[in-house]
């Protein structure tokens, strides 16, 4: 069994699909690892780290491969380049962008898209989403504290005191609920709401106020969000509209899986808050809980700042990658039986995750049965 772990090509991604200790545990279970070199270098893991627990550094070329180990959609080069049957194994980015999809079936690769992790218990382990956002939402409260031009906690001097922050956060996933910690710790006094009424017992528990209209719970049962009703937009809008004015730092956190991102923040909104306020928009990348948020930039409006920044878990590569690679390896151990690789199609998370096979689309999202 070969596993290849190539580097990244996508734009400003630095994390990497696989770090030492997953490696080592690889070559434990009897399998030769192969590592691109430079794979590692954005998430400050060098090459001789792979190579210290048995790894072998090659330039490229993974066409024997039985496994390939990825962080984002592989390119077209390296899809063209796998031998049929491969496993492929990452964020495929499932949503959206039919021909790419179409390209990963092409390959003849058996493919599975983290993303879609059935949310049970015993998934919790293989979460890429849920150990992404977690970094994300620390670094979103971060970058919002180095762009806010006052302190965030409550200081108490001879020459007078210093208030705290306010800031709210929009949406409690794992996200949210980090950011909600986070926040706390700085000093902030800190708000949060969501359309799920259950997150209400969470956001107090971290000592932050729950902010919630009067309307349908918006629950699914798989734990996510769903779209409101026009008339609970409506309430959830106009209550929102009513807090924001108060704040000073705003992070949006809200996704709904497979469509654009739900605008929470309007242009309206945004001109209501005092000059000197920070957005930071998680969602910007599906379009943004904010519709001035733009990917990458830090827009300025009515001295209002709107930061976009893409992919904030890869900021944090250094700790991004050792859990994106634990999540990946622990999935893996569900195929790995005595050394040999072999497929369940019963087992949930497989069955859940996989995206294509023997050259076709199969999972139901693509009208697969």
Same mark, same amino acid.
Not at 191 to 215: H, P
Not at 244 to 255: R, W
Not at 303 to 312: A, E
């Given at each position: 069994?070969?596993?290849?772990? %190539?580097?990244?090509?996508? #734009? +400003?991604?630095?994390?990497? @699909? =696989? /770090?030492?200790? !997953?490696?080592? *545990? ?67 980015? %499932?949503?959206?962008?039919? #021909? +790419?999809?179409?390209?990963? @079936? =092409? /390959?003849?690769? !058996?493919?599975? *898209? ?44 001879a020459a007078g005191t210093v208030p705290a922050a306010r800031v709210f956060i929009m ?115 599906r379009g943004g809980n904010c519709p001035l948020s733009k990917p990458d930039q830090i ?26 690679a634990k999540n990946l390896a622990n999935f893996l151990d569900l195929m790995i039986k ?32």
């Amino acid at each position: 069994m070969k596993i290849a772990i %190539p580097t990244e090509t996508q #734009a +400003g991604e630095s994390r990497v @699909a =696989a /770090s030492p200790d !997953t490696v080592k *545990a690889f070559i434990k279970k009897g399998a030769e690892v192969v590592v691109q070199a430079g794979a590692g270098k954005g998430a400050s893991i060098p090459d001789d780290a792979f190579a210290a627990v048995g790894a072998k550094i090659v330039p490229s070329g993974f066409g024997d491969a039985d496994v390939v180990l990825t962080v984002r959609r592989p390119s077209g080069e390296l899809l063209s380049s796998l031998k049929r049957g491969a496993i492929l194994i990452g964020g495929l980015e %499932p949503y959206g962008d039919k #021909a +790419g999809l179409d390209s990963i @079936a =092409a /390959s003849g690769a !058996t493919a599975f *898209a983290m993303e879609l992790m059935p949310r049970i218990t015993r998934a919790q382990s293989m979460d890429i989403l849920s150990s992404q956002a977690n970094l994300a939402g620390y670094k979103a409260v971060i970058d919002a504290a180095f762009h806010f031009t006052r302190a965030f906690p409550m200081m108490m001097t001879a020459a007078g005191t210093v208030p705290a922050a306010r800031v709210f956060i929009m949406g409690v996933g794992v996200a949210g609920l980090q950011a909600i910690a986070t926040a706390r710790r700085l000093g902030a006094i800190v708000s949060a709401t969501d359309v799920r009424k259950a997150t209400e017992e969470q956001v107090k528990s971290l000592g932050a106020k729950f902010v919630y209209a009067d309307i349908a719970d918006a629950a699914t049962s798989g734990g996510y969000a769903k779209e409101l009703s026009a008339e609970d937009k409506s309430k959830q809008a106009a209550l929102v509209a009513a807090h924001v004015k108060t704040q000073d730092v705003i992070i949006t956190t809200a996704l709904i899986p497979g469509r654009p991102a739900p605008v929470l923040i309007t242009q309206e909104m945004v001109e209501s808050m005092k000059p000197g306020s920070i957005i930071v928009d998680l969602a910007v990348e599906r379009g943004g809980n904010c519709p001035l948020s733009k990917p990458d930039q830090i827009v300025e409006h009515h001295g209002v700042k709107i930061v976009g920044t893409v992919n904030l878990a890869g900021k944090l590569a250094g700790n991004a990658s050792p859990l994106f690679a634990k999540n990946l390896a622990n999935f893996l151990d569900l195929m790995i039986k005595d050394g040999a690789l072999k497929i369940d199609d019963a087992d949930e998370c497989i069955k859940g995750t996989m995206i294509a096979r023997d050259g076709a689309l199969v999972h139901p999202m693509f009208g697969a049965k």
